[in-house]
């Protein structure tokens, strides 16, 4: 009986040292309750939803450009919209911030009665055309969807070694935003 004393004795004492098994499971949902409020904190839903800067711009010709040479690029001047500074009006040219899939749209109007032909373009690479025909005063659009990694350009160039008067004025427009970033 003595024995049986000392042993319930030992496993008293031992239990009493060391938390119960409900403590610990009340000690981890604690835990995880306080991760659960980290992860819906208000900060971390909107980073969640809109993980980078909105990237967008829109430009268009202040004044009438001729003449226009083959492949220079057509300097859409006058900033209507560039949240991100991703558009460099000095130089016509558009860098991806982030790498992503981004949209543009390029619109230019021809000069009187001649006829402007201009391609949107990806580090020199053409992703479209557009023609402003020889009727008068006519725009040409060209509109692309394409994949950027960070730092790389887009912009609008001519490329003919005719038709080169383009109408500023506004009607001429690049524009281009990020859909999604990676």
């Given at each position: ?21 409900l ?6 949902i ?14 971390l ?19 009438d ?16 919209y560039?949240?991100?500074?991703a ?18 749209v ?22 479209c ?15 692309a ?20 008067y383009?109408?500023?004025?506004g ?12």
């Amino acid at each position: 009986m003595l024995r049986l004393y000392l042993l319930v004795s030992c496993i008293t004492v031992t239990l009493a040292r060391s938390p119960s098994r409900l403590e610990l499971i009340e000690e981890r949902i604690d835990q995880l309750e306080n991760a659960l409020k980290a992860c819906t904190s208000p900060d971390l839903r909107k980073r969640a939803s809109n993980p980078t800067t909105p990237v967008a711009f829109s430009a268009y010709l202040s004044s009438d450009v001729t003449p226009v040479a083959v492949y220079e690029a057509l300097v859409y001047d006058h900033v209507i919209y560039n949240s991100g500074d991703a558009y460099n009006a000095h130089v016509g040219r558009f860098r991806a911030t982030v790498a992503g899939i981004y949209h543009f749209v390029a619109t230019s109007q021809s000069y009187s009665s001649d006829y402007i032909e201009f391609e949107l373009v990806r580090d020199g690479i053409m992703l479209c055309r557009g023609r402003g025909s020889q009727s008068y005063q006519s725009t040409g659009t060209c509109a692309a969807t394409v994949h950027l990694s960070a730092n790389q350009d887009v912009w609008v160039r001519h490329y003919s070694t005719n038709g080169n008067y383009i109408r500023g004025s506004g009607y001429s427009v690049f524009t281009g935003f990020l859909v999604h970033a990676d």
